[in-house]
């Protein structure tokens, strides 16, 4: 393929369009970013073009291009409060249990910079100690092209290579690193929400760098859910306890509460206790505690159960108008002192 074509560019591309368009398709290919199993042969390609393409300016004219400001890729610049240019802001998703967001506290994140190859100063190329047959043309110096023989763009019709791409850069001359931020998170952050830290984002040499803006996402949870600030959450409880009441435990983020349980019905029922959910924030109130009581039936009953509960049925038989009033009402209304059928 025609070194114009690969770059995808038009015959005449001036220097400044060479770099772009190479640099945006190296950014795709680099095998680094592009999982394809053929993607470091064409990223080699693409070099390949795009130093034929610039070989080939340099060689038209009385010296190489010259480097200019519009060559470098524009900056994501933003403008300080100040008015005056700075880094730009990066974006992170920041993923939170519904504990870790209940109680904040501190962070760290690691941001990708990219910068210059430090194995090879940026240039993409090793020297290498002895020269090589190149693979591509194996070393005639000539491949066949559209119009016959044509020199190997590889080796520059010298049959041999004495450099390669650096192999800790992949030839982009590029190198992506870590950068721990820490940041610290308060407490009570919604799903949604937004942190700011300051000076975290992209750097501009002789400008305030930008901010790292956090979106704080929140992971489903087994028990909990939000309603607003408001925390929900189901608690299985014993028919039994719902009748003759007591003390519940309740299990919160920041540990456990005992709720007083009113004596009342089997049936399910809610309780809910003011300020006691997710913590407030930026004048907001806190939201409150809701829990979903679902009243259980014991299961099973042994021999000793199962003595404690005739005695119990029994006593509410004694008095079913009193204890189980719809019981009392379906018996008034269909059994009857009738003899019994046969």
Not at 17 to 36: E, T
Not at 92 to 105: K, P, R, V, W
Not at 228 to 239: D, H, I, Q, W, Y
Request: charged content about 25%.
């Amino acid at each position: 393929m025609d070194a114009h074509e690969l770059l995808g560019l038009a015959p005449g591309a001036s220097a400044h369009d060479i770099k772009r368009a190479f640099r945006r398709l190296a950014m795709l290919w680099h095998p680094d970013r592009n999982p394809d199993p053929h993607a470091l042969e064409h990223f080699k390609a693409l070099r390949a073009a795009y130093e034929t393409l610039l070989d080939g300016l340099a060689a038209g004219s009385d010296e190489a291009p010259a480097a200019s400001d519009d060559d470098a890729e524009p900056a994501d610049e933003g403008r300080d409060a100040a008015g005056g240019t700075r880094g730009a802001d990066r974006h992170h998703d920041l993923t939170l249990t519904i504990e870790a967001a209940f109680h904040g506290g501190e962070r760290t994140i690691d941001v990708g910079d990219e910068g210059t190859c430090d194995a090879c100063d940026g240039s993409g190329e090793e020297v290498l100690r002895h020269t090589r047959l190149c693979a591509h043309c194996h070393g005639t110096g000539r491949v066949h092209g559209r119009t016959g023989l044509v020199a190997c763009r590889y080796c520059a019709g010298r049959g041999y290579l004495t450099k390669q791409a650096c192999p800790s850069c992949h030839g982009s001359g590029r190198q992506r690193t870590l950068r721990p931020v820490i940041a610290h998170l308060p407490a009570g952050l919604l799903d949604g929400d937004e942190i700011r830290v300051a000076g975290a984002g992209d750097p501009v040499a002789g400008a305030p760098s930008g901010d790292l803006i956090l979106h704080i996402r929140h992971l489903p949870h087994a028990l909990y859910r939000l309603e607003g600030r408001n925390l929900v959450l189901e608690r299985p409880v014993s028919a039994l306890r719902m009748l003759i009441g007591g003390e519940l435990a309740i299990p919160l983020p920041g540990g456990t509460r005992t709720l007083r349980l009113e004596a009342g019905t089997a049936a399910a029922r809610t309780l809910r206790v003011a300020g006691a959910g997710f913590p407030g924030r930026k004048g907001q109130a806190a939201g409150d505690l809701i829990v979903h009581l679902v009243p259980v039936l014991p299961e099973a009953p042994d021999a000793g159960m199962r003595g404690l509960l005739e005695q119990l049925d029994t006593l509410v038989t004694a008095n079913h108008s009193r204890h189980l009033p719809d019981v009392a009402l379906w018996e008034a209304r269909w059994l009857h002192d009738t003899p019994d059928v046969p």
